[in-house]
Each structure stands twice: as structure tokens, then as C-alpha cells.
């Protein structure tokens, strides 16, 4: 999976660099001189990205550290801002991760591989994040080394502020991933930029000059760079502020052997937090989908047995007393039979008599609207069709396919229990995909709802399974497809919207 991985990251390497290049040339804070040479940066960008893939196909990523060393340390001397040379790098980063996310139905074919992919996505980051570290050291030890130049010396009486701008890339100030606070011994702030203005929620302005202790009254636990003109005591911590986590690193600063103050560097790894929880919990599902898979197989196999051995005895021994019996009993069993099929589809569970064909999609939307129509009309609902009459293929499991279409059918219709008469589906071609809509004119979807709509075991009706529309989710997602939900802006119920890729063999 991870060469699969890797040769797609390759491919788009072209069109992923166009991305972040598009991206750079609007940004406010990138200066010209980065955009101005259109082949050149593109070009970095496209071999920063195949190097990215690179790293992760091989874990060497030493070939690309050197170069983007190089490439900043030559930007900077020319006058562009260190702060312009992480967000190309940072943006390389992101374009990837998110191309990742967005193939990640394609890329992944069994549920064992979700926790090497998650952690691809995750090496990526921390690597990235090495690198961006990597640059920083590089521009920093040849800004020192321009200080002790003797054009560049310090006089014994500048006061603390002018070492601090010296001591201080400007580049990192103007950061917005990275925040820095700096303080004089006397615990005064001396600087704050933005980033850090941004993290904490105050205004920078108001806050220089001013006591640290005073300004931000942090727990005794968050002492941090009190600590370092206090105690002596530097270092690296995770804190949390305004929901954010951060690490905090500290360390004093000294002049001519005397301890000036101090500086603390503030990064938000909060996604990273969440890409550490998401590898966490795709791991569990993925444990707990094959330990689900195997028990409702070794399930089905004695309910087949049941079934048949109680339609045997309703053949042998059905009377009139006891006929409502056998008809509950196969009822039951049936709808045990088809939670155990929602559980296999969620496992990704390869049934090898389900067999993947081209088929045309409406079809299997018509037959399940034929099938839907004699109830819609006993309760008075109107089940609208809007489609040209124009055919689409698609590839993949039909019988899926209808079942998914017919679970957000039936859910269409049991929404409108309470209110609404209408339910409306249309069907049309949108570039290489099939787009099905199902619209009503119900009571529509609260926020907590659509947030948790597609959860397996998550049901908003007293005897629902909580399996239907999670059911539905896999199969178009297995399809290569995509499923939306929200409110309908013309009938003000729900709007369900299926996307299937239009097989063109």
C-alpha cells in the first residue's frame, strides 16, 4: 500500500505544486520575490512534494533536508523573509495530507491498512515539521555568524531590547504557526508577536511592557518562562490554551555572559493531536470491524439453519392458533439476517457470491422507487422523479447500490411522519459522476444531527438500529463515491446527495 501510495503522490506532484503555488501567489504576507520566478518556484515545489513521497517510501529524507537548507539560507540572503520559506514548505505539506485524505478510499483496500496509511500521514507531519526546524537552525546560525562580525558587533551599553531584536528572527515573529513570547529578567514582555496575540486572545499592543505574571495570569503549573529567569529552569512542555494544544519550549538569553531574559516558542500541534487520536480510534474500528466480521459470519451460518428447519415445521405444523408464531418468528430472523448484513458492509466484508459488474445505475433507482410507491401512496406522500431519462453506468456491487439508495428512501419517508407530503428525486450527470438527490418537504436535520448522521448505532427513532445510513455511507464510499446530507433550500426538509464515479468501459 505504501508504493501505491507514494506513485500517486508522485503523479500529481505536478498538479499538487500548482495548488500550493496558486496559494502563495494570493497570499498577502509572500513577498514578490518569491512568486516572481514562476518556473523556479514551481519547481521547487513539485521536487519538495516527490521528495516528501520520496521520504516515505524510503524513511531517507536527507537529500531533501539539504536542499531546502540551501534554498532558504540563498532566499534569506537575498532578502526574503524566513516566515515566506516555511509557508512554501508548510504548504507542500498540506496540499499532500490533504490529497491523502481526499484518496484515501481509492489507496486503502482492507481495513488493516488504515493504521499504516494514518501513520504515513503522520510521518509526513513530523518530518515536515523536522525539516521546517532544520531551515530555521540553518538561517539562525548564519545570522549569528554575521553578528560577530566586527560591523556587526554589539556596543557593552545597548539596552536589553536592541539584543533581543538581534537575538530574535523577525522571520519567526511574522510566523503565523509560530508564536513567541520574550521577557527581560525583570519578568517585563518585550515581545509578543501576533501568532501568540492570536493564541492566547489578547492584543499585542497592550501587552508589551507590561508584567508577565499580570498580563496572563497563568496557573502555577504554566510558569513557564517565569521559571527560566526564576529558577534557572528551561525546557519543553504541552499546554492547552483556548482549546488549542501547543508545545511550549523555553530557554534563557544571555549577553556578555549575563542572563537578559528569556523566550518562549509556542506551536499548535492540535491537528497533529487529532491525527494521533484519529490513528488511535481507526486502529480500535478496525480491530473491533474484523472481530464484528468473523461473529456475524460464524452467526449466519447457524441462523440459515434455523430458518430452514422453521419453515420445515410450518410446513409440517402449521395451524390456525399457532400461524402468527411462525410469521413472527421468520420476521425476527430476517431482520436478524439483515443487521448482520449492515455489520459485514461496514467490516468491508468481500461476500464472494456478490459479484462487481457495470450496471446502469437507474435502473436500480427506478426499482427501488416501484418498490417504495405502494406505501408512499397508502400514507398520502407524492414521490416525485426528476431525471432527463438519460443513462449512466457505473461499476461496482448493484445490489449494494440498491440497497443504499433504498435505505435513504425509506428514511425519507419515515421523516415525514410528523410533517411533510412530498418526497423529490432527481438524478444527473456532473463531469465523471452520477449525482442522485432524495429532498422532502419534512422537519429537516438539527446541527447535532448532521454531526452525527453517518455514526454507526447513532438512531434518532425508538426502534431504529443506528446501522442504516452508516451502511449507506460505506457502500458509496467503497463505490469510490460521496454521500452529503443537509437541509434542502427548496422543499426545507432533508437533502440527501449521492455522487457515483460514471464508468466509462
Same mark, same amino acid.
Request: aromatic fraction near 6%; charged fraction near 25%; hydrophobic fraction near 40%.
Given at each position: 500500500?505504501?508504493?501505491?501510495?507514494?506513485?500517486?503522490?508522485?503523479?500529481?506532484?505536478?498538479?499538487?505544486?500548482?495548488?500550493?503555488?496558486?496559494?502563495?501567489?494570493?497570499?498577502?504576507?509572500?513577498?514578490?520575490?518569491?512568486?516572481?520566478?514562476?518556473?523556479?518556484?514551481?519547481?521547487?515545489?513539485?521536487?519538495?512534494?516527490?521528495?516528501?513521497?520520496?521520504?516515505?517510501?524510503?524513511?531517507?529524507?536527507?537529500?531533501?533536508?539539504?536542499?531546502?537548507?540551501?534554498?532558504?539560507?540563498?532566499?534569506?540572503?537575498?532578502?526574503?523573509?524566513?516566515?515566506?520559506?516555511?509557508?512554501?514548505?508548510?504548504?507542500?505539506?498540506?496540499?499532500?495530507?490533504?490529497?491523502?485524505?481526499?484518496?484515501?478510499?481509492?489507496?486503502?483496500?482492507?481495513?488493516?491498512?488504515?493504521?499504516?496509511?494514518?501513520?504515513?500521514?503522520?510521518?509526513?507531519?513530523?518530518?515536515?515539521?523536522?525539516?521546517?526546524?532544520?531551515?530555521?537552525?540553518?538561517?539562525?546560525?548564519?545570522?549569528?555568524?554575521?553578528?560577530?562580525?566586527?560591523?556587526?558587533?554589539?556596543?557593552?551599553?545597548?539596552?536589553?531590547?536592541?539584543?533581543?531584536?538581534?537575538?530574535?528572527?523577525?522571520?519567526?515573529?511574522?510566523?503565523?504557526?509560530?508564536?513567541?513570547?520574550?521577557?527581560?529578567?525583570?519578568?517585563?514582555?518585550?515581545?509578543?508577536?501576533?501568532?501568540?496575540?492570536?493564541?492566547?486572545?489578547?492584543?499585542?499592543?497592550?501587552?508589551?511592557?507590561?508584567?508577565?505574571?499580570?498580563?496572563?495570569?497563568?496557573?502555577?503549573?504554566?510558569?513557564?518562562?517565569?521559571?527560566?529567569?526564576?529558577?534557572?529552569?528551561?525546557?519543553?512542555?504541552?499546554?492547552?490554551?483556548?482549546?488549542?494544544?501547543?508545545?511550549?519550549?523555553?530557554?534563557?538569553?544571555?549577553?556578555?555572559?549575563?542572563?537578559?531574559?528569556?523566550?518562549?516558542?509556542?506551536?499548535?500541534?492540535?491537528?497533529?493531536?487529532?491525527?494521533?487520536?484519529?490513528?488511535?480510534?481507526? *486502529? @480500535? +474500528? #478496525? /480491530?473491533? =470491524?474484523?472481530?464484528?466480521?468473523?461473529? %456475524?459470519?460464524?452467526?449466519? $451460518?447457524?441462523?440459515?439453519?434455523?430458518?430452514?428447519?422453521?419453515?420445515?415445521?410450518?410446513?409440517?405444523?402449521?395451524?390456525?392458533?399457532?400461524?402468527?408464531?411462525?410469521?413472527?418468528?421468520?420476521?425476527?430472523?430476517?431482520?436478524?439476517?439483515?443487521?448482520?448484513?449492515?455489520?459485514?458492509?461496514?467490516?468491508?466484508?468481500?461476500?464472494?457470491?456478490?459479484?462487481?459488474?457495470?450496471?446502469?445505475?437507474?435502473?436500480?433507482?427506478?426499482?427501488?422507487?416501484?418498490?417504495?410507491?405502494?406505501?408512499?401512496?397508502?400514507?398520502?406522500?407524492?414521490?416525485?422523479?426528476?431525471?432527463?431519462?438519460?443513462?449512466?453506468?457505473?461499476?461496482?456491487?448493484?445490489?449494494?447500490?440498491?440497497?443504499?439508495?433504498?435505505?435513504?428512501?425509506?428514511?425519507?419517508? *419515515? @421523516? +415525514? #411522519? /410528523?410533517? =411533510?407530503?412530498?418526497?423529490?428525486?432527481? %438524478?444527473?450527470?456532473?463531469? $465523471?459522476?452520477?449525482?442522485?438527490?432524495?429532498?422532502?418537504?419534512?422537519?429537516?436535520?438539527?446541527?447535532?444531527?448532521?454531526?452525527?448522521?453517518?455514526?454507526?448505532?447513532?438512531?434518532?427513532?425508538?426502534?431504529?438500529?443506528?446501522?442504516?445510513?452508516?451502511?449507506?455511507?460505506?457502500?458509496?464510499?467503497?463505490?469510490?463515491?460521496?454521500?452529503?446530507?443537509?437541509?434542502?433550500?427548496?422543499?426545507?426538509?432533508?437533502?440527501?446527495?449521492?455522487?457515483?464515479?460514471?464508468?466509462?468501459?
Amino acid at each position: 500500500m505504501k508504493k501505491r501510495v507514494c506513485m500517486r503522490v508522485t503523479s500529481l506532484a505536478p498538479d499538487l505544486a500548482a495548488k500550493a503555488y496558486s496559494f502563495l501567489s494570493n497570499h498577502d504576507q509572500i513577498p514578490d520575490l518569491l512568486t516572481a520566478d514562476d518556473p523556479h518556484t514551481l519547481s521547487l515545489l513539485e521536487r519538495l512534494i516527490k521528495g516528501l513521497a520520496d521520504f516515505l517510501e524510503t524513511g531517507n529524507g536527507f537529500m531533501l533536508e539539504q536542499q531546502m537548507r540551501e534554498f532558504a539560507l540563498n532566499r534569506v540572503k537575498q532578502g526574503m523573509p524566513l516566515a515566506s520559506v516555511l509557508e512554501m514548505i508548510r504548504l507542500g505539506r498540506d496540499v499532500i495530507v490533504e490529497q491523502l485524505q481526499a484518496d484515501a478510499e481509492q489507496l486503502i483496500q482492507t481495513p488493516a491498512e488504515w493504521p499504516t496509511f494514518s501513520s504515513m500521514q503522520m510521518d509526513v507531519i513530523r518530518f515536515v515539521d523536522k525539516l521546517m526546524d532544520a531551515v530555521v537552525q540553518t538561517c539562525q546560525m548564519n545570522e549569528r555568524e554575521d553578528k560577530h562580525r566586527p560591523e556587526n558587533a554589539l556596543s557593552a551599553g545597548e539596552p536589553f531590547t536592541e539584543v533581543a531584536e538581534q537575538e530574535l528572527v523577525q522571520l519567526v515573529l511574522k510566523s503565523t504557526d509560530i508564536a513567541v513570547l520574550m521577557i527581560d529578567k525583570d519578568l517585563r514582555i518585550v515581545e509578543a508577536n501576533y501568532a501568540l496575540a492570536d493564541l492566547l486572545q489578547v492584543e499585542r499592543e497592550q501587552i508589551i511592557g507590561k508584567q508577565i505574571d499580570e498580563t496572563f495570569r497563568p496557573r502555577e503549573c504554566e510558569r513557564f518562562l517565569q521559571w527560566v529567569v526564576e529558577r534557572g529552569q528551561s525546557g519543553h512542555y504541552v499546554a492547552e490554551y483556548n482549546g488549542k494544544w501547543t508545545t511550549v519550549s523555553t530557554s534563557p538569553i544571555y549577553h556578555k555572559g549575563e542572563l537578559w531574559g528569556a523566550i518562549a516558542v509556542l506551536r499548535n500541534i492540535t491537528e497533529s493531536k487529532r491525527y494521533d487520536e484519529e490513528l488511535t480510534k481507526r *486502529e @480500535a +474500528l #478496525a /480491530a473491533v =470491524g474484523q472481530l464484528a466480521a468473523g461473529m %456475524a459470519h460464524e452467526i449466519r $451460518n447457524p441462523l440459515t439453519s434455523i430458518k430452514g428447519f422453521i419453515q420445515l415445521l410450518r410446513e409440517q405444523m402449521e395451524t390456525e392458533g399457532n400461524r402468527s408464531y411462525f410469521s413472527v418468528i421468520l420476521t425476527e430472523i430476517e431482520r436478524i439476517d439483515g443487521l448482520l448484513n449492515d455489520v459485514l458492509v461496514l467490516a468491508r466484508y468481500r461476500d464472494d457470491k456478490i459479484v462487481a459488474e457495470r450496471f446502469l445505475v437507474m435502473e436500480e433507482v427506478l426499482g427501488v422507487i416501484r418498490l417504495l410507491e405502494p406505501e408512499s401512496n397508502r400514507r398520502g406522500i407524492r414521490l416525485e422523479l426528476n431525471w432527463s431519462g438519460e443513462q449512466w453506468h457505473v461499476y461496482g456491487y448493484r445490489a449494494r447500490i440498491k440497497q443504499a439508495i433504498l435505505n435513504i428512501l425509506k428514511n425519507a419517508l *419515515e @421523516a +415525514l #411522519a /410528523a410533517k =411533510g407530503s412530498v418526497v423529490q428525486v432527481s %438524478a444527473y450527470a456532473s463531469i $465523471n459522476q452520477v449525482v442522485i438527490t432524495v429532498e422532502d418537504d419534512g422537519m429537516g436535520l438539527s446541527d447535532s444531527v448532521k454531526q452525527n448522521l453517518f455514526v454507526p448505532f447513532y438512531t434518532t427513532k425508538p426502534d431504529g438500529t443506528g446501522l442504516g445510513l452508516s451502511t449507506t455511507q460505506r457502500i458509496i464510499v467503497d463505490h469510490g463515491g460521496e454521500i452529503f446530507a443537509d437541509n434542502s433550500p427548496q422543499l426545507g426538509g432533508a437533502r440527501f446527495e449521492v455522487r457515483l464515479p460514471i464508468s466509462v468501459r
